[in-house]
């Protein structure tokens, strides 16, 4: 796998997204460089799973440009796709198939060659830990499981970027250490990835750079240790997002 320092790996210029309810995302600029592992994090509603739905081609924005290694999503959706895996918050697949299966019928529809798309979903299966799952259809995955066949779809084609919404959620303490592995491993080997999770410390433990969304805008971006600025990356994230009102109100029926 080859990555070029010069292209970012993803350039979101302008982003604009309105629904019914107002403005989700609100002209958004973000640049993640080639070879970085990226966070995105930001409180409910702030807009990121709107932004990276956009940012990949799942959704069209109502203004602004994104570019996956200088090829853009909306211009050049075949050339801009081809290099990217993603895992999307709540992600749809053939559920009357095993895991096998979908990773043989979507690797096929993708163009790889058979012996290749059984060689990756071999490899895949094994290392997530789905392997003795050959009799268990899509649909009777747990929320884990079905994360992980996710993540294994993602990386089937070997891409160069990989955008992932929430990848640990409902994962279990052994299959994410499995999942962190793999994942360091993909950027060491000069891949990038774009990580969205609500899990302060996981960002910090696997990221080196983050931004921080509220109310559909970036916050703050920058290297890890620049952005949470000599605190911890939960406190610098109240502090850009939270509730600036220490009065918070207690519950008087659960006193004693």
């Given at each position: ?8 790996a993803l ?8 629904f ?20 995105l ?7 990121k ?8 081609g799942?959704?069209?924005?109502d203004?602004g440009?994104?570019?996956?290694f200088?090829?853009?999503?909306w211009a050049a959706?075949?050339?801009a ?17 095993t ?14 060659a058979?012996?290749v ?24 995955y ?6 992980k066949?996710?993540?294994?779809i ?7 970027l ?12 052994v299959?994410?250490a ?11 080997g ?19 750079r ?9 916050a ?14 939960e ?21 004693r």
């Open positions: 796998m080859s990555a070029s320092t010069d292209v970012p350039r979101l210029n302008g982003l604009v997204k309105r019914s309810h107002g403005l989700a995302v609100d002209h958004v600029d973000l640049e993640v460089p080639g070879g970085s592992f990226f966070g994090v930001g409180p409910n509603g702030a807009g799973t709107t932004t990276l739905s956009m940012a990949v799942l959704l069209r924005p203004a440009r994104a570019e996956i200088g090829q853009d999503v959706p075949e050339r796709k081809a290099t990217v895996g993603v895992l999307p918050d709540g992600l749809a697949m053939p559920e009357r198939l895991g096998r299966e979908v990773l043989t019928y979507l690797g096929l529809l993708r163009g790889l058979e012996d798309v059984t060689s990756r979903a071999e490899e895949l299966l094994a290392v997530l830990e789905l392997d003795g799952k050959d009799g268990t259809l899509v649909i009777e747990s929320t884990g499981m079905r994360k066949i996710g993540l294994a993602a990386l089937l084609h070997a891409p160069r990989l955008v992932l919404d929430e990848p640990f959620e409902a994962v279990d303490p299959s994410a499995s999942i962190k592995k793999i994942l360091r491993g993909f950027v060491a000069g891949g990038s990835i774009v990580l969205s999770s609500h899990v302060m410390a996981l960002v910090e433990q696997l990221c080196d983050v931004a921080v969304m509220d109310k559909g805008r970036v703050a971006v920058g290297t890890v240790d620049e952005v949470r600025g000599g605190l911890s990356l406190d610098a994230f109240v502090g850009l997002v939270g509730d600036q009102d220490d009065d918070v109100r207690e519950l008087s029926w659960l006193s």
